[in-house]
């Protein structure tokens, strides 16, 4: 069964610190690439951050680059995101992702299409 649930969303003033966790089943989990997917009001959703099946490699999306760091931890099946000097645009709805591609297993992707699942999200507030 594929199931990952989110936590660690909340209010947080621009500037702050957030870490979102993940937490997916071992079939989810295990040899798979994995993603934090964001979505804002009236937006279309992107992806924020994605990361290969041992943790290796990641990539991230333009406005987070340098911001976000996203790792995972194979052994408990958790995906974490950690969120630095946020800004109000960084307010949405994260959900964390898998995806069943060989590319991304390999190398972590930031493409949208390539997910194939996500969780019901965890919402992040920012205040100016």
């Known amino acids: 069964q594929v199931w990952m649930v989110e936590s660690g969303g909340g209010p947080v003033q621009a500037g702050g610190s957030l870490r979102l966790s993940c937490a997916a089943s071992?079939?989810?989990?295990?040899?798979?690439?994995m993603g934090w997917i964001r979505q804002a009001p009236g937006k279309e959703r992107e992806v924020v951050a994605g990361?290969?099946?041992?943790?290796?490699?990641?990539v991230y999306g333009e406005s987070v680059q340098g911001r976000f760091t996203v790792s995972r931890d194979h052994a408990n099946d958790m995906v974490w995101l950690q969120m630095n000097s946020l800004k109000p645009e960084d307010t949405a709805v994260y959900y964390c992702?898998?995806?069943?591609?060989?590319?991304?297993?390999?190398?972590?992707?930031?493409?949208?299409?390539?997910?194939?699942?996500w969780g019901q999200g965890t919402q992040v507030t920012v205040s100016s």
């Open positions: 990361i290969n099946w041992n943790g290796t490699r990641t």
């Open positions: 071992e079939r989810t989990f295990k040899g798979y690439g």
């Open positions: 992702a898998v995806s069943l591609t060989t590319p991304c297993s390999a190398y972590g992707c930031d493409g949208l299409s390539a997910y194939y699942a």
